[in-house]
């Protein structure tokens, strides 16, 4: 393995990969290869990880969210070692013969080497396109050379779920969004629905007269749900108290056996409860239940959703930082 990389060397090699695919394509004229990209997305793996479901994840990507992928392989060690491939990613839209393709570079990094990164990376982006980066690995946030890395990027997108800290995983956020990165939690992705549903259990007018009545809210997760019950528990807090109500505010772990998730809000007159069950989403209100599908998101379907918002969120950015003062009331 190398300890270094030429990213001219790369270029080239992407210029022939798109020349010898051409001539493949040019025996018939309604057929071809269309070249596509929107954005660079660099994508930071562990060596431990699916990487042939991440390829997959990041093919299926493509025809929504055409891109040049970089994917870097971290492999640990303080030995300075970098390596690389390039390939293509195709498709074809149905009912058509000529194949979409995007570019993928593969990387394999070790820690000592993390700091050479951008070096590398930026003459490999695309140019005037936006530069996406996916922290599969939430370690990196923590690591001399995040910060650098993050820099060529317009928006870094992380997934708290299952961090072996919660507290530290949520400050360690907290002071990356502080610092002006445009960060993205795939934690908080993952709550999209629940927040969409129990907005609506509030547009009965019934329910929506006894709102003021609510005085406590208790989110109970599992252990990998830690940091998103927090934010989940945090963003109804806050969006309470911007109506002029304070409310008790209690994080707990899920009781063994029961639901992965539980939030609850209870009052004089009123009781809201939304509650996971296997993949299903059930509200119940003041004892009257009803249930919606709510399939487990894949990372596919998480980071559609993430691709498409390249702006700072600022209920996300509050929420966050509401979280980490919830943790350490100090850092406020």
């Known amino acids: 393995m190398s300890t270094t990389i030429s990213p001219d060397r790369i270029l080239k090699e992407l210029a022939e990969l798109w020349v010898t695919t051409s001539k493949e394509g040019a025996g018939d004229a309604a057929a071809g290869v269309l070249r596509a990209c929107s954005m660079t997305l660099v994508v930071l793996a562990e060596e431990s990880d699916d990487l042939q479901a991440l390829g997959e994840t990041v093919a299926a990507l493509m025809p929504e969210h055409p891109a040049r992928a ?15 491939r390039v390939y293509q990613q195709c498709w074809m839209p149905f009912g058509q013969r000529r194949q979409i393709c995007c570019e993928q570079i593969e990387l394999t990094a070790s820690d000592a080497s993390l700091e050479d990164l951008p070096s590398v990376v930026l003459p490999l982006t695309v140019p005037d396109l936006p530069v996406i980066l996916w922290c599969r690995t939430s370690r990196i946030l923590s690591m001399p050379g995040f910060y ?71 989110v109970g997760a599992e252990e990998g749900l830690a940091v998103a019950a927090r934010l989940m528990g945090v963003w109804i807090r806050n969006a309470l108290s911007a109506a002029g109500i304070q409310t008790e505010l209690e994080v707990t772990p899920a009781a063994p056996g029961g639901p992965s998730l539980r939030v609850e809000l209870s009052g004089e007159g009123i009781g809201v ?29 998480l980071m559609r959703e993430e691709l498409a918002i390249v702006r700072h969120d600022p209920v996300f950015d509050r929420t966050l930082e509401s979280a980490a003062a919830l943790v350490y009331p100090s850092d406020k």
């Open 273 to 301: 409860e939304l509650v996971r069950e296997e993949d299903r989403l059930v509200i119940t209100v003041n004892g009257l239940s009803n249930c919606t599908n709510l399939s487990r998101p894949t990372d596919y379907l």
């Open 148 to 218: 650098r890395i993050a820099a060529m990027a317009r928006k870094v997108i992380v997934d708290s779920y299952g961090a072996a800290d919660p507290e530290a995983a949520t400050l360690r956020m907290s002071v990356v969004s502080r610092s002006g990165v445009l960060l993205g939690d795939l934690s908080w992705t993952r709550l999209t629905r629940w927040r969409e549903m129990l907005s609506q259990v509030f547009e009965n007018q019934e329910y929506l007269a006894r709102l003021q009545n609510i005085r406590k809210v208790r």
């Open 70 to 84: 970089i994917v870097v392989k971290l492999i640990g060690g303080q030995e300075r070692a970098l390596s690389e």
